[in-house]
């Protein structure tokens, strides 16, 4: 285990699979808290499972460092809050936000409906939207953090 972040807490939404959960591994590899954010939806954002985030979390933990999941989704404004506010209260604060949660409607313009456009963009933009509106302000009271955006083809 490296030591770069230690002491450092840090939200990884879409932590469940794919991309997301490399990130969480890597940061608890480094000594930082993870929350690992994830509704365990199938690839196209449907269905749900919390064994997703919970497999993730105890790998984190089998190897000494500490994490805790998290289910909400980020596509919900309120849940976003939740998501980082259960940083902040199992951690103490939120240094380290990274928003690679996505799903994957597999269509071309010419067939895709507006519904599945808009849940596209409900978690890959206003997700992200939605958690760094919440970070954001302990953030700034801490004087302190990073914001890591990039988009995800959904696991």
């Known amino acids: 285990m ?14 469940g699979r794919g991309i997301g959960r490399a990130v969480a591994e890597a940061l608890a590899e480094e000594g930082v808290s993870v929350v690992v954010n994830d509704p365990g939806v199938e690839r196209d954002g ?3 499972s919390r064994s997703i ?8 933990r089998k190897k000494g460092n500490k994490a805790i ?11 976003a809050k939740n998501i980082i506010d259960s940083c902040v209260k199992e951690f103490g604060k939120i240094d380290i936000l990274v928003t690679p949660a996505g799903v994957l409607r597999d269509r071309m313009l010419h067939n895709m409906s507006e519904e599945e456009w808009d849940v596209v963009v409900n978690v890959h933009l206003k ?3 939605n958690c760094m ?8 009271e801490q004087r302190w953090g990073r914001i890591i955006t990039f988009a995800s083809q959904g696991w």
Request: proline share 2%.
């Open 53 to 60: 985030a919970d497999e993730v979390v105890a790998e984190i």
């Open 133 to 140: 509106r919440h970070a954001a302000p302990y953030m700034r």
């Open 2 to 15: 490296g030591e770069k972040l230690k002491g450092k807490a840090a939200v990884v939404t879409g932590a």
């Open 69 to 79: 999941a998290n289910y909400d989704s980020v596509a919900d404004f309120n849940a």
């Open 46 to 48: 449907t269905g749900g």
């Open 127 to 129: 997700g992200t939207f």
